[in-house]
């Protein structure tokens, strides 16, 4: 029997708790679909590049007009200098299960990854090695080739599938007595495997080690609960899942009593204890605010705002039910209508390991993906022979993937 996927994305829409809420979202209506040139039809890049709301609009020309324009300087005293703490809270309590004071808002995620990196590093003297995965994103990869050769450290690598991801036994099979830092990503962006992150957080503590966890593909999509998994430090991007737009600064998560024995490598004002004696030498704050550099860059922080109070507001596991259920459809639809193409699943079927995306193999993606893009149907294309589909579950309707995942059947048959 054939599922009729067009009835099934209706029902499933009709069902769908999240639902209201995607019309905040600049771009989602038909009004301003059909009124706006290249507006995608299906958006399949809300992991890459999340849609901005609608609030974002008026917060920004607030921001301009009143707080920046009227306020000037003295919105620093009224606002500004707690605000990467302020919002670092509200995304840690609505999307990291974080308690308060250990989340703040700083610089972009590579550079946080590399204070992070550092900052563990640092407090694992006469430790040589670091461990990670051949699969990882390549600024995590490039950015740890150069710690270890700025600290003739030695690096570890897993190997990984590139269709999986990192497993609690690869990482036991290479920890021991010399490794100071194990930094690995929770859901990884090309197939979309979700780690066990408490299972590889205790292996890497048993080994005396510390751990980094990069959340760029975690944080607003899957349910993450740092302080009760014990994890030392996290890292992850804000233009993702959080919809901060494009270059938004990343947010880092220190668990407290980290934060006043280890020490960050960019030594800069914002972080000593008190910014303004500007005195003669660096003294460290004792708190989180060690770790911020310089000035907080509070431009790039105002279209994250909303949306990290909505999902506050709806609750990380109301969107990652509606994640699992816009996953499946994808997989159901590929299993019955793009299998016989030749199409196959590079993500984990067990929801317990599958993140916010999909991704699709075929010889032709590459070229398949042009041909999306040129019909206003964006997922994003990906070595080796992958067609990304993400997800965004504020964001994206069931007939929206419905109305994609069609125009993928119907392009690939194009190409004969
Ligand atoms: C998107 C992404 C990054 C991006 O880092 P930037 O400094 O913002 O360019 C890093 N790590 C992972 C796992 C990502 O998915």
Redesign the pocket.
């Known amino acids: 029997m054939t599922t009729n996927f067009d009835t099934r994305a209706a029902e499933l829409d009709a069902a769908d708790p999240l639902a209201a809420h995607r019309a905040k979202f600049f771009g989602t209506d038909e009004a301003t679909q059909s009124s706006t040139p290249g507006m995608p039809l299906a958006y399949f890049d809300g992991?890459?590049l999340g849609r901005p709301m609608s609030a974002s609009f008026d917060r920004i020309e607030a921001f301009l007009r009143h707080d920046w324009g009227t306020r000037l300087i003295r919105s620093w005293d009224e606002q500004w200098l707690d605000l990467p703490l302020e919002l670092g809270n509200k995304i840690g309590a609505a999307a990291l299960g974080a308690a308060p004071g250990q989340t703040f808002v700083g610089d972009?995620?590579?550079?946080?990854?590399y204070k992070m990196a550092r900052a563990a590093i640092g407090a694992r003297p006469g430790r040589t090695e670091i461990v990670l995965d051949t699969d990882?994103?390549?600024?995590?990869r490039y950015l740890l080739e150069g710690i270890a050769d700025e600290l003739n450290m030695t690096l570890r690598w897993i190997e990984v599938d590139t269709s999986s991801g990192v497993t609690p036994e690869q990482v036991a099979a290479v920890v021991n007595s010399n490794t100071a830092l194990v930094l690995l990503?929770h859901?990884?962006?090309r197939s979309g495997f979700m780690a066990d992150a408490p299972a590889i957080t205790k292996i890497t503590h048993d080994a005396g080690a510390l751990i980094v966890w990069?959340?760029?593909?975690s944080v607003g999509s899957v349910v993450v609960e740092l302080d009760k998994w014990n994890v030392d430090i996290a890292?992850?991007?804000s233009?993702?899942y959080l919809c901060g737009g494009p270059?938004a600064p990343?947010w880092a998560y220190v668990r407290k009593d980290l934060q006043t024995v280890i020490e960050q490598p960019i030594q800069g004002w914002w972080g000593t204890k008190n910014m303004f004696l500007m005195g003669p030498g660096y003294d460290p704050e004792n708190d989180l605010r060690r770790f911020i550099t310089g000035t907080t860059p509070v431009v790039g922080m105002q279209a994250m705002i909303d949306p990290v109070e909505l999902i506050g507001e709806v609750s990380i596991e109301a969107v990652r039910a509606k994640s699992l259920l816009l996953t499946q459809f994808v997989i159901d639809y590929t299993d019955e209508v793009l299998a016989p193409l030749g199409v196959t699943v590079a993500t984990p079927r067990d929801p317990a390991h599958r993140g916010g995306h999909v991704t699709l193999n075929h010889p032709h993606m590459r070229e398949l993906n042009a041909l999306l893009w040129k019909e206003d149907i964006i997922p994003d294309y990906r070595d080796p022979h992958g067609l990304r589909i993400g997800l965004s579950p504020l964001t994206t309707s069931f007939e929206e993937v419905f109305i994609g995942m069609e125009r993928v059947k119907e392009t690939l048959l194009s190409l004969g």
Do not use: I, Q, R
Request: glycine share 8%; proline share 4%; charged share 10%.
């Open positions: 992991n890459s972009s995620t590579s550079v946080l990854l990882n994103f390549p600024t995590d990503s859901v990884a962006y990069d959340l760029s593909h890292v992850g991007c233009y993702k270059g990343a």
